[in-house]
């Protein structure tokens, strides 16, 4: 049953916890952007305090739209509300699904329960066409057709105090690397000492994160920090000054859906190096190709370190000012405020005035495209 046409918009985003990662921080941007823009915006974490069914099903009611703020469990219970309450669901996907569920070896029954919620979904948002690629790998799985209703938008390059009034702050002269992400498996931090190992002597790398390899990584790097190459710093914070005072951000993974690592890296004006993985390809591949290592290997991974810190400076600028356009914090909230228009007006929910402008942006060019 629609709401009133005088009732105020109220997004209800369902979270799995609080917590640092790309995913949290995305979900901050898109929060505060579509407050902005004068949504209200509500948040119900459905893992962390396991609220009650009668409190899940009482926000879903209030709401006019619910977003799942990622593909596993928020999507399960953002599309089982959503049909009960009668209210259009968004499961934002921002990892490549198809790898993280050959990493975890997952049962075709998994698969199939996936396949089905996401089916459910009135829209499905990729961060990046990598992750959306991966989606459609899983959902044509097992002879099914690839489903119509998915968008990209991509996520923005965009950090507190990395504005242009900030841009004068001296970077580095010392030729310091950096690293943030969590210490597992995916993320391939080993493979980040035997990097350094091929690098000049004069190179450091600081290592920003913590999680199940970090013993690994004090172990297998222990002649690094005795040289004073390797700093691990653990999890801390991270700001404009953490990329400023490092030459490069240096990624490795294994796969990526579109890492806020590069993104915040480059909103500092700091390059960022990685391996050729899809999503660091979607995002270099056309303005900084010299950014990525030609493999995964360790040595690839040197070369393309070298490349970046050779590379001239008036180049390396002009790079990282195009990469900053193409990833703008307004373009990507005025793309999930659009997509949610659309769904309101389509459901017939929302303001009248929502719908006006709605008829009113159709010239404009689009903020994101249909896979």
């Known amino acids: 049953m629609p709401l ?6 109220q997004i209800l985003l369902l979270t799995e916890e609080s917590g640092v990662g790309g995913v949290q921080t995305t979900l901050h941007w898109l929060e505060s952007g579509l407050a902005e823009r004068g949504w209200q915006v509500s948040r119900l974490p459905v893992r962390q305090g396991r609220p009650s069914l009668w409190a899940c099903w009482q926000a879903a009611r209030r709401a006019q739209v619910l977003v799942a703020s990622n593909n596993f469990w928020p999507a399960y219970v953002a599309v089982v509300l959503a049909g009960l309450a009668r209210r259009p669901s968004v499961v934002w996907v921002h990892g490549p699904v198809h790898e993280v569920l050959q990493q975890a070896g997952a049962s075709r029954l998994k698969t199939g329960w996936l396949r089905r919620v996401y089916r459910g979904a009135s829209e499905l948002v990729c961060a990046s066409q990598a992750s959306c690629d991966s989606l459609l790998r899983v959902m044509s799985g097992a002879g099914g057709a690839a489903p119509e209703n998915v968008r990209v938008i991509r996520n923005p390059a965009v950090l507190p105090g990395a504005g242009p009034e900030d841009a004068a702050l001296p970077a580095t002269e010392g030729l310091v ?10 993320k391939q931090p080993l493979q980040l000492l035997s990097m350094l190992r091929l690098l000049p002597a004069a190179c450091q790398l600081h290592v920003v994160g913590d999680g199940e390899l970090m013993g690994a990584m004090r ?18 914070t991270v700001t404009a000054q953490t990329y400023r005072a ?14 806020m690592t590069a993104l915040e890296s480059l909103a500092c004006g700091v390059p960022c190096v990685s391996t050729p993985i899809p999503a660091m390809q979607e995002m270099l591949g056309t303005q900084a190709p010299l950014w990525l290592a030609r493999d995964d290997s360790p040595t690839a991974l040197a070369e393309a370190v070298q490349r970046c810190l050779a590379q001239a400076p008036a180049d390396r600028q002009t790079a990282i000012d195009r990469l900053q356009g193409q990833h703008r914090l307004e373009t990507f909230v005025q793309a999930w405020d659009e997509l949610l228009k659309r769904l309101l007006h389509k459901a017939g929910q929302g303001p009248k005035k929502h719908a006006v402008k709605l008829e009113a942006s159709r010239d404009d060019p689009p903020a994101g495209g249909r896979s």
């Open 4 to 9: 009133p046409l005088n009732s105020p918009c």
């Open 177 to 186: 690397l950096g690293f943030v992400g969590r210490l597992s498996p995916e």
């Open 219 to 236: 172990s297998a790097g222990q002649d690094l920090l005795a040289q004073g190459r390797l700093q691990l710093l653990g999890q801390q």
């Open 246 to 259: 490092w030459r490069a951000t240096v990624l490795c993974s294994r796969y990526e859906g579109y890492p």
